[in-house]
């Protein structure tokens, strides 16, 4: 009877080793995704500044043009 104990507390024990080797492992990828969730969000926030000044800079160019006309291209004169 004494064997059986023995052998049921050393798979008990076992599986507490597992149980919290299980719960570190899930803690860990907690905060790691947590971390690479706020870097994408910082990127983000960075991408969409760039792509809101490329916007800003492109209506202003679009501003100038509309009132300062490209200069047409004529056609190259041949002097003969």
């Known amino acids: 009877m004494l064997v059986f104990l023995f052998a049921v507390a050393i798979i008990l024990f076992v599986g507490l080793l597992f149980a919290i080797d299980r719960t570190l492992k899930v803690g860990k990828r907690v905060r790691r995704?947590?971390?690479?969730?706020?870097?994408?969000?910082?990127?983000?926030?960075?991408?969409?500044?760039k792509n809101e000044q490329k916007t800003a800079t492109a209506e202003a160019s679009k501003a100038l043009?509309?009132?300062?006309?490209?200069i047409q291209k004529h056609d190259i004169r041949h002097v003969e």
């Open 33 to 49: 995704r947590r971390e690479a969730n706020r870097r994408l969000i910082a990127a983000a926030a960075v991408a969409e500044a």
């Open 65 to 70: 043009t509309s009132l300062i006309p490209a």
